[in-house]
């Protein structure tokens, strides 16, 4: 078995307000190999984007890491100092958010911008990282590079923006790409495009990818394995093949039967009863709890269960009283 690239192992953060402090994650492991790309579903509050920001340690000032450790390639990357994590961050570890027009600066030429990532980790001239652009945005499936290059934000298009963002994340051929809803600004069709672009990627590079998602239709398309996420856990992990027939949890369950059909399109979109965790105090027992049509007593009395291997050992999933028994066949 090959070692992970990326071992995320008990990760706990809190953002710490002068009203209230949010347990935003609590005890998050997980591994990445190289060239798989991991999604992280949950619903809006759940904890993803924490994750992702703490990994290349750029939380903002009020998150607290109150445990957990984040071994990248070997580095402890909690250990290393601002200098050290610059060198990581674009280089190593690239991250692609939701909204590219934001991400870009709006003032610079998309070509200058891409440019900048060059000059900023590799000894080059500006007119060498000038000359590179173009060769990067195709690269980044983008027709009629150079005029592209001269373009503002402005004058793309949404897709387009995603599509330097990528140029940008992949400028350096980074072992490590994070990216937090990549796509969820996007319709449809370039949606697909820029996943087929993300899963490229891991083919030809070997990238690994941390997706994170709230969508499972994308988890279905990319992922090679996802973990649920609920109140600042992984309440369930395995394959998309395994999870979504079949889900375990209770929670994992609820989030699948949210997904729009076909059949239901005259109806309302079904929701899960209840609604997410507030987060603002520590669980004492499973975050799911209170929105669960399985909930035994056990599951009022016991802390919050761990996350476990299940019969068949393929997958992990935290709950006293899953949906299925696991080998029902
Ligand atoms: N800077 C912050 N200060 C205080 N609380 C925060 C901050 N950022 C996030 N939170 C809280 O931490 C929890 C987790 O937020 P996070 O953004 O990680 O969730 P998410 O799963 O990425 O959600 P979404 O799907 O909406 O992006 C939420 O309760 C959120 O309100
Ligand atoms: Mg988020």
Known sequence: MPEPILRVRDLSVQYRGKEQTTYAVNG????????????????SGSGKTTVALSIPKLLPGEAQITSGAVEFQGQQLFDLNDDQLRTVRGRQISMIFQDPVAGLNPVISVGDQVAEILTSHLEI??????????ALLSAAGLADAERVAKAYP?????????????AIATALDPELII???????????????????LDRLRRERGTSILLITHNFGVVAQIADRVAVVYGGRIVEKGTPE?????PLHPYT?????TLPRLDALRGELPSIPGSPPEMTEPVEHCPFLPRCQKAMSRCRTEPAPPLEPDA?????????NPMWIADDG
């Open 28 to 43: 998050v492991s997980l591994d990445l190999y190289k060239g798989e790309v991991l999604a992280l579903v949950g619903e």
């Open 125 to 134: 001239s500006k007119k060498d990282a000038k000359r590179r652009v173009p």
């Open 253 to 257: 369950a609820a989030l699948l039967a």
């Open 242 to 246: 395994t999870v979504m027939p079949k």
């Open 312 to 320: 068949s050992g393929e997958r992990l999933v935290a709950c006293y």
């Open 179 to 197: 990216a937090d809803e990549p796509t969820s600004a996007l319709d449809v069709t370039v949606q697909a495009q820029i996943l087929a672009e």
């Open 154 to 166: 402005f004058q793309l298009s949404g897709g387009m923006c995603q599509r330097v963002m990528i």
